[in-house]
């Protein structure tokens, strides 16, 4: 784990663009998935929330899971779903306490951010940077 | 890792793997209806049929499924030979016979060119085509509430006794696997039946959705360690806080810059 995605509320207008660059990503055969990152009204003046999965540390998915289809990917920390092995029971969904882990009606699967593999396409097109990808040791020297 | 040959490709493989999981991995289409990642293969349907050979076997080739047969070094396998064809469009033919209203079963067949059964059809038959693929997810998920019931002519899947099964949580994993949808259930005014089993769905406190029946969710708390608090909300009503509790603490942020 050499990077880490971070969410910056104040920096987000709502525009939407990671829910574009996350739907053509998770792309299956030239459809268009459902988004697993989207900009929520964060009940203030301007104020825009991107809500997507906080890849918790003790996640209520893993522990959900029965047939064991969700596991963590120990390069990147996130938590993967792994389709073939998912049988679409939605205690996953059910269980997650931040509602991260959806079911994709259009593909009948359930999704959730896999943070692309380790180079998630949102934080390359967020225009403002309210979405960044960048290495632990540079956000731990800013914050100080 | 050792080395096998398929449609003339040469690829890598972990010795014992089985041939089907090698064969989905390089993208090969190979009908299947009774396999699913999540549970032990059983061989049921024999779609997977494939054609193996060796170069020491002197031109003898074998015809295995490929989703019990365990990879194994410089194996060449042909997953579309004119025998294999031929194999799966009769094994087809029979099914086709005997669940010929299963829309699933008549487009595959179709697709391998059988559009009406040599054999006589079965006239009252159903569309379960006995795979076991709804009891094998059953038993990994550790519910085993169904089973397969009787012999020969009268095997069927049924809960014990044909009684509304006590292990059943609602998951519908099995009808939602089912290759041929033939397991029924029935899903209205926040309560789900299946199994002949009445559930209640867990509705969102905030505003109303049906995610999980309740069996189920207290399921997973009890054995999965889960706070029976975060089935309250829906995924969509839990975004919602999500993004509230967030909002609040980036304006005290914002308040504090300006």
Redo the contacts between chains.
């Keep these: 784990m050499n990077n880490r995605f971070i ?4 920096l987000c207008t709502g525009c939407r663009s990671c829910e574009l660059a996350c739907s053509f990503t998770h792309a299956i055969d030239g459809v268009r998935a459902l988004t697993r990152i ?1 900009p ?5 003046k301007d ?1 825009w ?1 991107p ?1 997507t999965c906080l890849q918790c540390d003790d996640a ?1 998915c893993i ?2 899971c ?2 064991n ?1 969700l596991k963590r990917n120990p390069v990147t920390g996130a938590v993967e779903l ?1 389709h ?8 996953c ?10 079911l994709d009606t259009q593909a009948n699967l359930i999704v959730k951010c896999d943070l692309c593999g380790g180079d998630p396409a949102c934080a390359h097109f967020c225009p403002t940077k309210a979405l960044v990808w960048e290495p632990i040791e540079k956000s731990v020297k800013k914050t100080g | 890792m050792i080395h096998i040959t398929i449609n003339g490709k040469v690829v890598q493989a972990k010795d014992g793997e089985m041939l089907l999981t090698v064969i989905r991995r390089e993208k090969i289409d190979v009908p299947t209806l009774c396999h699913h990642e999540a549970v032990e293969p059983s061989g049921a349907c024999r779609l997977c049929m494939v054609e193996i050979t060796k170069p020491e076997w002197d031109g003898w080739c074998d015809y295995v499924t490929s989703c019990l047969y365990p990879a194994a070094d410089g194996l060449i396998v042909n997953t579309h030979a004119k025998k294999v064809n031929e194999l799966r469009s009769s094994i087809l033919d029979m099914y086709l016979a005997r669940h010929p209203k299963s829309p699933e079963i008549r487009q595959l067949a179709a697709e391998y060119g059988v559009l009406k059964t040599q054999f006589e059809e079965v006239v009252d038959g159903d569309n379960c085509i006995l795979c076991g693929i709804c009891t094998r997810i059953c038993d990994t998920m550790g519910f085993h509430a169904i089973s397969m019931v009787g012999r020969g002519h009268g095997k069927e899947v049924a809960p014990p006794l044909n009684m509304a099964p006590t292990a059943c949580v609602g998951c519908l994993s099995c009808a939602k696997n089912c290759p041929t949808n033939y397991i029924e259930y029935n899903m209205e005014n926040g309560g789900l039946t299946i199994w002949k089993k009445d559930f209640e769905m867990v509705a969102c406190t905030e505003c109303g959705k049906t995610t999980i029946t309740k069996e189920f969710a207290e399921y997973l708390s009890k054995n999965r360690d889960i706070n029976i608090d975060y089935f309250r909300k829906c995924d969509e009503c839990h975004r919602k806080e999500l993004a509230g509790t967030m909002g609040r603490i980036s304006n005290w942020d914002r308040e504090a810059r300006s």
């Design positions: 969410v910056k509320p104040e989207t929520i009204d964060g009940g203030f104020l929330v809500v209520a522990k959900s029965l047939v289809a792994n073939e092995v998912c049988v679409n029971c939605m205690a969904v059910a269980a997650c306490p931040f509602g991260c882990a959806v």
